[in-house]
């Protein structure tokens, strides 16, 4: 039973590690702003749920469990917002999305 | 386990470094920030973990919320004074 | 680990320094010098000083950017162009400044030593003898008052001239209005 919590909470916390990653590296090269906070989406969300999930099956306090829930329900509800506010923002001081690549590369 | 999450951490926050400080628009800056605030508050849940001592995570808790803040005033600001509201040529900073 | 950890974090913080001091736009600037405070209080948290961690992230990363903002709405989000080059001055007495702090430091003992002056006979004096030299039953507050009583005198004393100076900024900006 140990042993499947175990790998059960590694593999939640590399395959959090993998998504954080790839989000950053999307952060890094992907063309333009908008297409960015794409790939940033992916750390808000699949990147810090797998990583805390991870974390709460290696726990040994309920408190800690608890604490770690209410971590992960505070990134679910203010990323998406600031997400948005982003974007409407961008949106607001007229930044045009990419919508061809050949100006760019 | 840990010390592996923990080295992604720090390399995601090598990278968001980088794209705060390459822009190019603020809006970009903004974005790494943001995206910084929320790899923080991992870190220090991650950190705790490795050190045994996860006592620590109430921290966590409330830098999720004040870098919600943080971002929300910024974008306040930017959006609704006159001051600070950028104009084509201001984004390319 | 936790030592590698550091070093990587100071790092980042030493990159983030340099650039804020090359960037001309000050609402960048502001928003870097949140990014500071966020790395600067994890290196904190993982430095085991979790409650300046916790003051740093809120007054840092929250509220001096806040008063950044408000002040930018007032004043221009541009830094002036000129006064740029290079002072010799300046930079013989940031040397000197700077050689004289890691002087200081030599004296300081090692992180987490257990044999520094801290940890002996004080702590153990406060413990025992509190209840006889002061006669609060609290310890807390036998030292807050009395041990560090001049300490914590100009603790407050910066706190009041702090709130007045807010009051008197803030209220004659009302009345200012009201007259108008």
């Keep these: 039973m140990n042993h499947v919590v175990d790998i059960l909470s590694w593999s939640c916390l590399l395959a959090g590690a993998f998504f954080l990653l790839i989000g950053v590296i999307g952060l890094l090269r992907f063309p333009d702003f908008f297409t960015r906070l ?68 | 386990m840990f010390a592996a999450a923990m080295i992604a951490i720090l390399l995601a926050m090598f990278m968001s470094l980088c794209r705060a400080l390459l822009g190019p628009t603020l809006y970009d800056r903004l ?15 991650v950190f705790g973990f490795l050190t045994g001592r996860p006592e620590f995570l109430d921290i966590g808790l409330a830098y999720a919320l004040i870098n919600f803040i943080a971002t929300i005033a910024v974008l306040k600001f930017f959006e609704y004074r006159d001051m600070g509201r950028a104009t084509e040529e201001e984004l390319d900073i | 680990m936790e030592t590698l950890i550091n070093i990587i974090l100071l790092t980042f913080l030493a990159i983030i320094a340099i650039a804020i001091t090359r960037i001309r736009h000050l609402l960048v600037t502001v928003v870097l010098t949140g990014m500071f405070s966020l790395l600067s209080a994890s290196l904190l948290v993982s430095m085991d000083a979790v409650d300046v961690a916790f003051t740093e992230a809120a007054v840092g990363a929250g509220i001096s950017t806040l008063l950044f903002l408000s ?23 940031v040397s000197i400044t700077g050689a004289i702090l890691i002087y200081g430091t030599l004296d300081i003992p090692k ?30 507050t036998s030292v807050l008052a009395s041990y560090r009583g001049y300490d914590t005198l100009g603790e407050t004393t910066v706190i009041l001239t702090a709130g007045i100076g807010v009051l008197l900024l803030l209220g004659r900006g009302k009345q200012d209005k009201e007259t108008d």
């Design chain 1, 38 to 105: 794409h790939a940033a989406s992916v750390i808000e969300t699949l990147g810090s749920l797998l990583i805390v999930t991870g974390l709460a099956l290696q726990a040994e306090q309920a408190l800690v469990i608890v604490k770690l829930i209410l971590l992960i329900v505070f990134i679910m509800f203010t990323s998406p917002t600031a997400a948005h506010a982003l974007a409407k923002a961008a949106l607001h001081g007229k930044l045009e999305p990419v919508t061809s690549t050949e100006d760019n590369n």
């Design chain 3, 71 to 93: 002040v930018l709405a007032l004043t221009s989000t541009e830094e002036l162009a000129g006064n740029r080059k290079f002072s010799s001055i300046a930079f013989i007495l």
């Design chain 2, 31 to 45: 974005l790494a920030v943001n995206v910084l605030g929320t790899i923080t508050v991992l870190f220090i849940a």
């Design chain 3, 111 to 140: 992180f987490g030593d257990p044999s520094a002056p801290v940890h002996h006979h004080i702590a153990e004096r406060f413990i025992y003898e509190s209840p006889d030299e002061i006669g609060v039953p609290n310890m807390v």
